[in-house]
């Protein structure tokens, strides 16, 4: 009834730049929040950045100053500019969304996830 769809991963190189794109459709009401995690290989999934309706964005320390998180209301879609990439930065990387539906129910939803790999 709802879906969120990633796109954007791929392969860069270290330094490099690259957007992903994460897209709400469905039975949507409101958007509460939408934020990106990721999870490395052997590690556990962790918070990237998270844009609250009506407040300010939070990143982890990891990211700050290197990673934008942005969202467009009108197309339901959050983005999340990765700049100065670098080899840890390799992980998948979750959408993640705080969503009302139509009959005011309140649910998490998950992207598929989408691979980012930064090469050496």
């Known amino acids: 009834q709802v879906q969120l769809v990633e796109s954007g991963g791929g392969l860069v190189q270290a330094g490099g730049s690259l957007t992903l794109s994460c897209a709400a459709s469905?039975?949507?009401?409101?958007?509460?929040?939408m934020a990106w995690y990721r999870q490395a290989p052997g590690k556990q999934r962790e918070l990237v950045a998270r844009?609250?309706?009506?407040?300010?964005?939070n990143y982890a320390d990891s990211v700050k100053g290197r990673f934008t998180i942005s969202r467009d209301n009108a197309k339901n879609t959050v983005y999340l500019q990765m700049n100065s990439l670098n080899p840890e930065d390799t992980a998948v990387y979750y959408c993640?969304?705080?969503?009302?539906?139509?009959?005011?129910?309140?649910?998490?939803?998950w992207g598929q996830g989408t691979q980012l790999t930064v090469s050496s």
């Open positions: 993640n969304a705080e969503i009302v539906d139509l009959l005011r129910r309140n649910f998490d939803y």
């Open positions: 469905g039975r949507i009401f409101s958007i509460n929040s």
């Open positions: 844009l609250i309706s009506g407040s300010s964005a």
